[in-house]
């Protein structure tokens, strides 16, 4: 006789038949529309702009480090196309994920024929093979697109319209271009003077400083008010902000517009952070920069996933975050973002430029009880902003997020309080715990009954009164 748990193991293992085959055609549909729409685009680009926007299905072409400079050029031409220092730029902080996205198909089909040869090859000997190390430079493959990105930045082409055809043209998200300043957009709150300690609010992806501002500030009690300088950001691309089409939106470049626009424009010497899912990233970099000025630093679903041994971080992190699955939903949305880059670009476009759609969208979320600014900071971005921050940030930095944490347990004395909502779909709580394993004396706090916003969207006067505590601790810490 069957048991209930037997008949729920069964109902979810067809569950998860279903969702693989779905998720196959509707995927390896989508390999196809987006290799579709990569013409289409250059197309218009061309018809409306005179020029196509390069995209990073176009063929590779070979970076040659020699003496601190990089010297990129076509594969078997000799001739020049740009020179760099490598002051000007790290190649390294440009992800691969950009322009190595696999088809469904043919991941499938790799990783058929390498199981296939790994158990062939532990029937015969293996063979070492000897490296040459005797050349003097070092050669790797970087993406057209890059290559068209960098020499925009040293000027060899002339700048595109601001906004571009296919962005979005609303006075919001182009507020910066009318204006004189090269500096992220701050919210700031608080006393005008410096009275007592700052606080750096970060945003997640394709978010903006109201996720803060409009949640857990104005919960805040008016002592804290009056006691501590806030700072809730745009992040460069984001809100606000400043969105510039040449821009790889690269680690270095981010933390750089938080430095410029918040710790410089504002004198600030030490201060807190709090972060929220990308935006942890960030706040573990800065963090490593800054390791006697930070006071404390306070995760909310931190995107970490250890990269388990022989697989490439960037690669495997993209996976983990956008794993092609058309359940759950938000894992379906993530995959659209992070693998294809035109369909995403023409859902972009569609919600920018269609205001029928955007305001369908607003009256969805708010009948479902979620406030319009997160819609409102969801469409306030361009595509070029979001697919380099998602995979220059959460994809490129797999690597390294290791490292950080590992200088956050040796090198910081701060306290690390981390909050992580327990029915997250999209950044499992066994993120946050591995986090606990790299920096023991972090303090974890796994909230019930919430995802990856309502864990902070719905509680936010319980997370002030709970930031608050966490900044009085430390103060009686000193």
């Known amino acids: 006789m069957l048991t209930r748990f037997d008949v729920m193991g069964s109902l979810a293992m067809i569950g998860n038949l279903i969702n693989d085959v779905l ?5 390896s549909i989508l390999d196809i529309l987006d290799l579709v729409l990569c ?30 400079k990089i010297l990129v050029s076509e594969k078997g031409e000799s001739n020049k196309i740009v020179c760099l220092t490598s002051t000007k730029l790290h190649l390294e902080e440009i992800s691969d994920t950009l322009y190595t996205r696999p088809s469904l198909v043919s991941e499938v089909s790799k990783t058929t024929v390498k199981e296939l040869k790994r158990r062939k090859i532990d029937n015969t ?32 082409h002339k700048s595109h319209l601001i906004p571009r055809w296919s962005d979005c043209d609303c006075d919001t998200c182009n507020s910066w271009s009318e204006s004189c300043k090269d500096t992220l957009f701050v919210h700031t709150d608080g006393p005008k003077d410096k009275v007592g300690d700052d606080v750096l609010f970060i945003h997640g992806f394709i978010s903006s400083s109201a996720f803060w501002t409009e949640t857990v500030f104005p919960n805040f009690t008016e002592s804290t008010k009056l006691t501590y300088r806030l700072f809730a950001i745009d992040l460069l691309g984001f809100g606000r902000s400043p969105k510039p089409h040449d821009s790889l939106y690269t680690i270095k470049e981010h933390l750089d517009m938080i430095e410029k626009s918040v710790l410089e424009a504002h004198k600030v010497r030490s201060f807190h952070i709090v972060a929220h899912s990308l935006g ?19 995760l909310i679903a931190p995107p970490y996933f250890p990269t388990p041994k022989g697989e490439q971080a960037t690669q495997y992190m993209m996976r983990k975050v956008a794993p092609r699955r058309v359940w759950p939903l938000i894992a379906f949305g993530a995959s659209l973002a992070c693998w294809y880059e035109h369909v995403s670009r023409t859902i972009c476009l569609l919600i920018c430029k269609n205001h029928r759609i955007w305001e369908f969208l607003t009256k969805l979320i708010t009948r479902n009880r979620i406030k319009t600014y997160l819609i409102k900071g969801f469409c306030c971005h361009t595509h070029n902003a979001a697919w380099h921050t998602l995979h220059n940030i959460i994809c490129g930095t797999a690597g390294k997020i ?15 309080n981390i909050f992580h909502g327990e029915d997250d779909e999209l950044i499992p709580v066994e993120c946050s715990s591995n986090v606990k394993t790299k920096v023991p004396r972090a303090d974890i706090k796994v909230v019930e009954k919430k995802d990856h916003i309502t864990v902070v969207v719905g509680r936010q006067e319980a997370l002030a009164r709970e930031l608050e505590e966490i900044w009085k601790t430390t103060q009686l810490n000193r």
């Not at 998720?23 to 995927?27: H, L, R, T």
């Open 280 to 298: 942890c990233i960030l706040a573990l970099a800065l963090a490593v920069k800054y390791p006697n000025s930070v006071k404390s630093l306070t």
């Open 23 to 27: 998720s196959f055609i509707i995927f």
């Open 125 to 156: 000997t293996a063979v070492v093979t000897s490296i040459n190390m005797s050349t003097v430079r070092s050669t790797f493959t970087v993406n057209n697109t890059i290559v068209e990105m960098l020499r925009e930045k040293i000027g060899a």
């Open 39 to 68: 013409y289409v685009y250059k197309i218009l680009d061309f018809v409306i702009e005179s020029e196509w926007k390069p995209c990073y299905c176009s063929s590779p072409k070979e970076a040659i480090t020699s003496s601190g």
């Open 402 to 416: 290791e490292g950080y944490l590992d200088m956050v347990q040796n090198r910081l004395t701060c306290s690390v």
